[in-house]
C-alpha cells in the first residue's frame, strides 16, 4: 500500500479571485508514520482530507498524482471513493465532542461502521464494537458501548472514535489533530494507543498537527508545511538538526521545562518563505 | 466616484466606528445583492409602500366617491381597473387601501417587536422566577388564536382598525420574546459576556448595550417573515368584517364586501387579493435574504 | 496581595474545589496547573468573581472578597479568557471593545486611553475599527489582554490565555504578558496544563488534583525536579518526555 501525491495543489474561489491554500505539496507513504506539522492556514487539513477526497465543495483540486495503492484519485469516481474512505483509509477528527453522533450510543456507531464495511449480522457486530472498545483500551466496554457520546469524557470519546475507525481494518490512518483538545496525560495515551494499534497492525499513519515536538515524537518521518508548502522534509530523530528556518523558529519559540529562557524568541517571519 | 466609496467602506483600516458600521452594512448589502429574490422582494416591497405614501398624488380618483350608475364597471381608460359596488374606483381605492393595510402593519411591528425583545432578554438573562414568570405570560398570549382573539376583543370594543391593530399585536409578541430569549440563553454563558460582567457593568447596561444588539438582526429577520403574515391577518379580519370598517378602503375588507362577485365582476375582489399577494411576498422573499445575509446558521 | 483560605466550590452535588489554600504575594506571578476537571479553572473562576457559589476567604489586598463583588473589585482585579474567538463581542468594533470598562468606571480621555492600549500591546492603529471577525487569534487576545489593562488594574488572572494561539503567536504573547507584568508592577495568576508554559511565566506554581491542591512549590523547584507529591513528579516527567526525549532521559 502507497500513498503518492505530486504537486498537490488546492485553490479556493474568492471575490479577489482563486486564492491557493495547498501550493504544490509532493509525498510518498509507505507503512510507516508520518507527520505533517503546520500553524493554522498552513493547508495541512486540506492536504490530508484531499487524500480521500472530502474537500469542501468550492474547493478546486488539481496535483500531478495522487494514488492511493495504485488507484488513481484524480479520476476515480464516487463508488471506488467511496470504497476507500472508511474501509481501507480512516479519518480521525479532532474534537470527539463532534464527530461522534450525539444521538447514538458509542457502541451502535461502532458496530455501524463494522457493517457498513464487512456485512455481517447485527449481533456480530455488537460483539465486534466491544472487542474493538477493548482493543483501545477501554477498561469496561459494555458500559462504554451502552453510553452516549455527552456521557463519555475527552479521552474515551476519542478512543470510541478510534474503534470506529479501525472497524473495518483499514491500511491507512489519518489523525487530524486527535488530542488538541485532550490534556497532556490523555493526549499521551491516546497517541501511544494510536502508535500501538497502527504498528501492530501494519497500518500507515499520517499525523497531522500543530504541535512539532509531539508529532516528532511519535512519527517516522515529518513535514513542516507552510503558506501551502512543505518547507522541510526530515526523519523525525533529526529534527533537532532541521534547516530551515521556520522549523528552527517554530522549535526555538517554545518554552521549555528543562531550559528556562529569559524572553522566548520570536518567529520572524520571512516572506520568501512563500516562494518555492 | 462610487468606487471610492465603496472602496472606503471595504478598507480593512477603518478610521471612525462609523466608517466600520457602515462599512459592515455595505458588506451585508452586497451579498443580499447576489440574492435576485431578494432583491426583487426588497424592490416590491419598497414600490408597494411608496406608492402608498404617494397614493393622493397617483389616485384618479376619491376613494369614497360613490356613482352608482357605474356598478362593477369593467377595466376602462376612466376607470383603470374599474369599479366595486357602489361605483368607487377600484385603483385609487387599492392606492388608499394599501395605506391601511401596510400602515397597519407597521404599527403592529413597532409595538410587538421592542416589547419582544425587551420581555427576551430580561427573561433569558435575569433567569430564575423572573424567567419563568415572563415565559408564562409569553405562553398565555401564545396561546390565543389571533383570530379568535381579535374577534373577542372587537366585540369588547368596537369594531375597527384600532382594536385590529391592537388585537394582533396583543397576538404577535410572543414569538420574538422567544426569539430573544433563545438568543440570549445561547449568548448569556459566553466569555464575552463574562469579560463585560467583569468589567463591573450593572445588569441592566449589560442587557441592553451588549445582549440586545446581538438578538436585533434575529429579530428583523422574524419581521420582514412575519409581516406578510400579518398581512394576510388584517386582510383576514377586515374580510369578517372585524378590522377595517367599509367604506375603508382597507384590502381584505374589499375583498369581503365583493366576493360575491367573484364570477361575474371577478377582477373586484381579484385586484385587492394579488395586491395581498404580492405584499406577502415580497416581504417574504426579502426576509429570507436578509436571514441568509443577518442570520447565517450554515457554514 | 492575594489570600485563599479554606476554599471550596460545589456545583450540584460535586465537589469541584475541596479546600484549597494559597497566597500570592503583590507583583508575584503564581501558576496553577492541572489536568481538566482538576478545578484550577473553576478556582480562577470564583476568584475573578464570575462563580458566586463558593465557601472560605479570598482576599484581596487585604480585603476579604464576598460572593457580590464591588465595582472597585472590578477596576482592580482583571481576567484573560482562553478562547480569543469568544472573548470578544463580535458586534463590536475593538474600539468599543476597549471603551466599554473606561466607561462602566467613568474614566474619560477615551480615545488618548485607547490608542496607548493598542501601542502596548502592539496592535496597529489599523486594527481600531476592526470587528472581531477581521482579526486573528494572535490580535484578538492582545485586544483581549488590552481590555484587561484599560482600567488600570492591579492583578491578571489569566485562563489558558495562549492555549488556544499556534506555537509562534503563543511566543508573542508570553514575552508581552512579561513585559507588562514587569512594567506595571502586576500580580498574576496563571492557569494552564502546560507545565511550561507555566514555568516560563510563573514564578510560584501550584499544582491541582480532582479539586484538591496537592502541592505548592516554585517553578525552580518544579524544573530541577524536587518535586514532593508523585502527580507533580508525573506531570512534570510527561511534560519533559514530550519536549524532548534526549533531555528527558538525562533529567
Redesign the interface.
Known sequence: MEVIVRNLRIAFPSPQGPVEAVRGVSFTLGEEKLGIVGESGSGKTLTGRALLRLLPRQAKLEADRLEFDGIDLLEADERTLRRIRGKRAGLIFQDPKFSLNPVMTAGAQIAEAWRAHRGGTGRAAHGAAIDLLAQVQIRDPKRVAGAYPHELSGGMGQRVMIAMMLAPDPELLIADEPTSALDATVQAEILRLIEALVSRRGMALILISHDLPLVSHFCDRVLVMYGGRVVEECNAASLARAKHPYTRGLLDCLPSLARPKRQLAVLKRDPSWLDP | MMSTLAAWLLSDAPESRRQASLGRFFRGWLQLRRNHLAIAGLVAALALILVSLAAPLLATHDPAAQDLTQRYAAPSAEHWLGTDEVGRDLYSRLLYGGRITLGMVVAIMVMVAPLGLAVGTVAGYAGGFADRTLMRLTDIFLAFPRLILALAFVAALKPGITSAIIAIALTAWPPYARLARAETLTVRNSDFIAAVRLSGASAARIVLRHIAPLCVSSLIVRVTLDMSGIILTAAGLGFLGMGAQPPMPEWGTMIATTRGEILDAWWVPIAPGIAIFVASLAFNLLGDGLRDVLDPKQG | MIEVSGLRVRFGSIEAVKGISFRVATGASFGLVG??GSGKSTVLRAL???NREWEGEIGIAGVPQKPMRS?D???RV??V???PY??????Q?V??ILS??LL??GMGDIDARIRRALAEVALAP??R???PH?LS?GQRQRV?IA?ALM?GPEVLLLDEPTSAL???V???V??LL?ELERAHGLTYIMVS?????V??LASEIGVMQEGELVELLS?DD??AGRTRHPHTA???A??????????AKS?
Not at chain 3, 469568544?86 to 458586534?91: A, C, N
Not at chain 3, 496544563?193 to 508554559?197: F, G
Open positions: 489536568e481538566s475573578a468573581g464570575l465595582k473589585f472590578f477596576r482583571q481576567m479568557f482562553q478562547d469568544g472573548s470578544l463581542h463580535p458586534r468594533t474600539d468599543r466599554e470598562p462602566v468606571h489599523a486594527v475599527f476592526r470587528f477581521q487569534g483581549a481590555r482600567a499556534d506555537v509562534s503563543q511566543a508573542e508570553l514575552n512579561a496544563h502546560n507545565l511550561a508554559v514555568a516560563h517553578a518544579l524544573r508525573a506531570l512534570r510527561l511534560s519533559l518526555e514530550l519536549e524532548d526525549p534526549e533531555v533529567a
